[in-house]
Every structure is written in C-alpha cells, then in structure tokens.
Nanobody, 122 residues
Framework: QVQLVESGGGLVQPGGSLRLSCAASGSGFSINAMGWYRQAPGKQRELVAA???????NYADSVKGRFTVSRDNAKNMVYLQMNSLKPEDTAVYYCNAVLILSVVPGGALDAWGQGTQVTVSS
C-alpha cells in the first residue's frame, strides 16, 4: 500500500557533502512526521533528524550544525542535506514516516524504506 524509497547515498571524502531523498508513494494516507535514522555495523539504529508536518525539526547532537532535514509536503518527500561529513557518519540511512490512515480513525502506520549506504572515507 505504501512504499518509501531512499536515494542519494554514496562514497564521499571527509568534509564532503551528500543529499539524501526519500519519496513516499501510495494512497489512502497522509504523512505526519518524517525523518532519517541510521545504523552502523555493530551499533543500534539511531535517530538522525526528523521533521513534523508543521516544519518543526529535531536533530541528533552529533549532526547538529552539519545536517539539515526538509520536506515537500505536496510531493510526500523528505530530504537530508549532509555537510562536513565525518567517517563516523558512515552507516545505512533509513527514511521513516508516520502515516495517518485516511479510513481508520486514529489509525497510524510507521513505514520504513530499504536504506541507502553512506560511506565517508579518505
């Protein structure tokens, strides 16, 4: 019914930049919050950045001042601009969306994309 697809990952040198995109497709829903999580080998998945439908944002302390999350509500898309990348940013980045189901009062669905690899290395 609903699919999230990430793109924009790749290999960059320390100090470089990448822009990740996530597109939500399907019908019968509206999006409340959208965000980005990441998971490095041997580590737990962690929240990187999130944005509400009203535009409020939240960032992990480790990325504040370097990453910017934004969204296009009309297109059901969310973006993550990553600047001044560090080797410790290397991880699989996952798009997340909290979807409000149109036919179910109070119904919600927590959707995840397949992930996109970001590697920061010299």
């Amino acid at each position: 019914q609903v699919q999230l697809v990430e793109s924009g990952g790749g290999l960059v040198q320390p100090g470089g930049s990448l822009r990740l995109s996530c597109a939500a497709s399907g019908s019968g829903f509206s999006i409340n919050a959208m965000g980005w999580y990441r998971q490095a080998p041997g580590k737990q998945r962690e929240l990187v950045a999130a944005i509400t439908s009203g535009g409020s944002t939240n960032y992990a302390d480790s990325v504040k001042g370097r990453f910017t999350v934004s969204r296009d509500n009309a297109k059901n898309m969310v973006y993550l601009q990553m600047n001044s990348l560090k080797p410790e940013d290397t991880a699989v980045y996952y798009c997340n969306a909290v979807l409000i189901l149109s036919v179910v009062p109070g119904g919600a669905l927590d959707a995840w994309g397949q992930g996109t690899q970001v590697t920061v290395s010299s």
